[in-house]
């Protein structure tokens, strides 16, 4: 699913997890990229001024996982050279991306506030 970068929150949800990620996807911008099954992956931006927002969401019966991050294109990543990985979790510390990482985790805690579950600090 991820290459180990993003953030990733498992919980436990009951209810139609999928309308309710896919009502706050519509209303916050996302666009579903894929889904298949019992996976659903949503993208925010394109990645010209700021890289854009990515989110997974898996449900099974067993739980759900939601993993989020930034994800930095090619160019992005040359132009650091390549000291920036492919996709960057949104958590809190340190200072590379700091701006693009509070704003893209202030995004996705209003989803996660709508699930109930504990924000990302």
């Excluded at 498992?10 to 666009?31: H, I, M, P």
């Excluded at 893209?104 to 506030?113: D, E, G, I, Q, S």
Aim: charged letters at 20%; one cysteine or more; aromatic letters at 10%.
């Amino acid at each position: 699913m991820s290459n180990g970068n993003a953030t990733v929150i498992r919980f436990q949800y009951s209810g139609d997890l999928w309308k309710a990620v896919d009502e706050w996807c519509t209303a916050n911008g996302f666009t579903v990229k894929d889904a298949s099954g019992v996976c659903r992956e949503y993208q925010k931006g394109k990645g010209w001024m700021s890289p854009p927002i990515l989110l997974r969401v898996r449900h099974t019966p067993q739980g759900s996982t939601l993993e989020a991050c930034l994800l930095f294109g090619d160019l992005a990543r040359l132009c650091s050279f390549y000291t920036v990985p492919r996709e960057m979790g949104l958590e809190s510390g340190g200072y590379s991306h700091w701006l693009h990482r509070s704003q893209a985790r202030k995004t996705v805690n209003t989803l996660l506030v709508k699930l109930r579950q504990a924000e990302m600090s």
